[in-house]
């Protein structure tokens, strides 16, 4: 029973804590989840119209494009999204050391949806049923996942440098103090999400590699 009630505890914990954190900045996330919507749906609308005069050649996202080309295994799948992801992570905290500049990182988000949107609508629309399995079970979940990644990040480092913009910078300790638990949580969320990918990705694909070859 003390397992149990200890392992309950913890849940307990992390949930307050996810509360807390969605509640101190929810006005953050409410206005950037605004503009990530607005960026897919102009996203899924620009990839409907490039499918009816472009073929796999035009999908967006490079990194599937050259999976499902061969011209990288899943294992360079793994290592693109990983880090780049983790380079985009590094680019939002280099912004972060100006709140003007910190601004910009909001670009680097609309820019993610709008390339997640831009492929899913391709994908579905040149190859249908085997495009929708394949947004449905692994590219749409890894891809919001990493997004999820880059907005969380993206919330405290804009809110930092707005807060401690005349006594603390992203190389302080109070930044690594407010952040280190969001640098887990985003750290967890990505490899989980690329795992997945590299898992899952050669099985939903392949009729859209046959289909291609």
């Given at each position: 029973?003390?397992?149990?009630?200890s392992?309950?505890?913890?849940f307990?914990?992390?949930?307050?804590?996810?509360?807390?954190?969605?509640?101190?900045?929810?006005k953050q996330y409410?206005?950037?989840?605004i503009?990530?919507?607005?960026?897919?749906?102009?996203?899924?609308?620009?990839?409907?119209?490039?499918?009816?005069?472009?073929?796999?050649?035009?999908l967006?996202?490079?990194?599937?494009l050259?999976?499902?080309?061969?011209?990288?295994?899943?294992?360079?799948?793994f290592?693109?999204?990983?880090f780049?992801?983790?380079?985009?992570?590094?680019?939002?905290?280099?912004?972060?050391f100006?709140?003007?500049?910190?601004?910009?990182?909001?670009?680097?988000?609309?820019?993610?949806?709008?390339?997640?949107g831009?492929?899913?609508?391709?994908?579905?629309?040149?190859?249908?049923?085997?495009?929708f399995?394949?947004i449905?079970?692994?590219?749409?979940?890894?891809?919001?996942?990493?997004l999820l990644?880059l907005?969380v990040f993206?919330?405290?480092?804009?809110?930092?440098?707005?807060d401690?913009?005349?006594?603390?910078?992203?190389?302080?300790?109070?930044f690594?103090?407010?952040?280190?638990?969001?640098?887990?949580?985003?750290?967890?969320?990505?490899?989980i999400?690329?795992?997945?990918?590299?898992?899952?990705?050669?099985?939903?694909?392949?009729?859209?590699?046959?289909g291609?070859?």
């Open positions: 029973m003390p397992f149990f009630v392992n309950f505890r913890k307990l914990i992390i949930k307050d804590s996810i509360a807390e954190h969605f509640g101190r900045y929810k409410l206005v950037l989840l503009l990530i919507f607005s960026a897919l749906i102009v996203g899924v609308i620009a990839g409907i119209k490039k499918a009816q005069i472009s073929n796999i050649e035009g967006p996202d490079i990194t599937l050259k999976y499902l080309s061969s011209n990288i295994n899943i294992g360079g799948v290592a693109s999204r990983f780049s992801t983790i380079g985009l992570l590094i680019l939002v905290w280099l912004l972060s100006n709140r003007f500049t910190s601004l910009f990182s909001t670009l680097i988000l609309i820019y993610n949806a709008y390339i997640i831009a492929t899913c609508a391709m994908l579905l629309s040149l190859f249908r049923f085997a495009g399995i394949n449905l079970l692994v590219y749409l979940p890894c891809r919001l996942l990493s990644c907005l993206s919330v405290v480092c804009i809110r930092f440098s707005f401690k913009c005349n006594t603390a910078s992203v190389l302080s300790f109070d690594y103090a407010t952040t280190r638990a969001v640098l887990v949580c985003v750290f967890s969320l990505l490899c999400s690329c795992v997945f990918e590299l898992i899952f990705l050669p099985w939903v694909s392949s009729a859209i590699i046959v291609i070859s």
